[in-house]
């Protein structure tokens, strides 16, 4: 007798309605909208999202970004630092576009009103510095809500970009492939509907893979269930890398109270690390103590 099939690994290739666009972007996040953003305003997108605009885990991102933006910095010694934070594991050339376009990033954001802090009233970048860092390129806006200043000014520009079209608190259910090797689009459905769309392009971009829930413990927000991943596997498209999830070491759970992220700002401030018993232990497990690499400091 065969087993029935399992509904987390069975593709739902059904639906009621159909809506072409030139690019379908699934995830509204840092990577969704920034990529819908850099588009020619010529093309009909899409613009899916689980849950209201705006609400993702950029959003919750607290203690700031990297760039070597400082008159002491430079991208080899950004370069150098997170190469030695990936213990050997890194891909060296994502790395090396990441210390190379970092500082044009910071300047794209800005330009699209991204507003990060400044020291005092001379229009000078404030930057901090966290973990594996060797020196201060972290930036920073309104203290600890750098992810939501961020996400504010993406949606913004969004919102008034005519040729983008927004499906709020819309589920994205499953890719549909010719059979081969080529996307058609995806399958969504929007709250409290009982139909579903077919969101047909030529371009589909998966920019939601955050999962965070599906750990017992996390402050990650409630929509980040891993769907982009899922559909992926369900479409037998290649994935990798998937045990490369990161669990920052400082996230305060306690009972009574949701989750949430203690920034890695503070310990870049000058903020110890104590054991129950008042013992500052990270002096003894890495010459760099609380500012370690994560993985390090959450192991310790």
């Known amino acids: 007798m065969r087993n029935p099939p399992d509904p987390l690994s069975t593709p739902v290739l059904s639906w009621n309605t159909r809506q072409d666009a030139d690019v379908v972007v699934v995830g509204a996040g840092i990577a969704g909208l920034v990529f819908a953003l850099r588009l020619p305003p010529s093309l009909n997108v899409i613009v899916v999202t689980k849950g209201a605009l705006g609400e993702s885990n950029t959003r919750y991102a607290q203690g700031g970004l990297a760039a070597a933006v400082g008159p002491d910095d430079d991208p080899d010694l950004h370069f150098a630092d997170t190469i030695a934070a990936g213990a050997g594991l890194c891909d060296v050339a994502a790395v090396r576009t990441l210390v190379d376009e970092g500082v044009a990033a910071v300047q794209w954001l800005e330009a699209h009103g991204t507003t990060f802090d400044e020291v005092g009233d001379r229009h000078v970048r404030a930057l901090g510095r966290e973990a594996a860092h060797s020196r201060s390129r972290v930036l920073h806006a309104g203290g600890d809500a750098t992810g939501a200043e961020i996400e504010r000014s993406l949606v913004r520009q969004l919102r008034i970009r005519p040729s983008v079209s927004l499906l709020e608190h819309t589920a994205a259910i499953d890719l549909v492939t010719d059979g081969g090797d080529s996307c058609r689009g995806v399958i969504v459905q929007t709250d409290g509907s009982p139909s579903r769309t077919l969101l047909a392009a030529p371009v589909t971009v998966l920019a939601n893979g955050g999962a965070g829930q ?87």
């Open 214 to 300: 599906l750990w017992a413990v996390s402050s990650n927000p409630p929509g980040a269930t891993g769907d982009g991943i899922a559909m992926a596997l369900r479409a037998s498209v290649v994935v990798a890398d998937l045990e490369f999830t990161q669990f920052h070491p400082t996230v305060l759970a306690a009972d009574g109270i949701e989750p949430f992220l203690v920034s890695e700002a503070v310990r870049g401030e000058g903020a110890y690390l104590r054991s129950v018993s008042g013992e500052r232990f990270m002096t003894a497990i890495h010459p760099m103590a609380e500012l370690a690499p994560r993985d390090v400091v959450a192991r310790a």
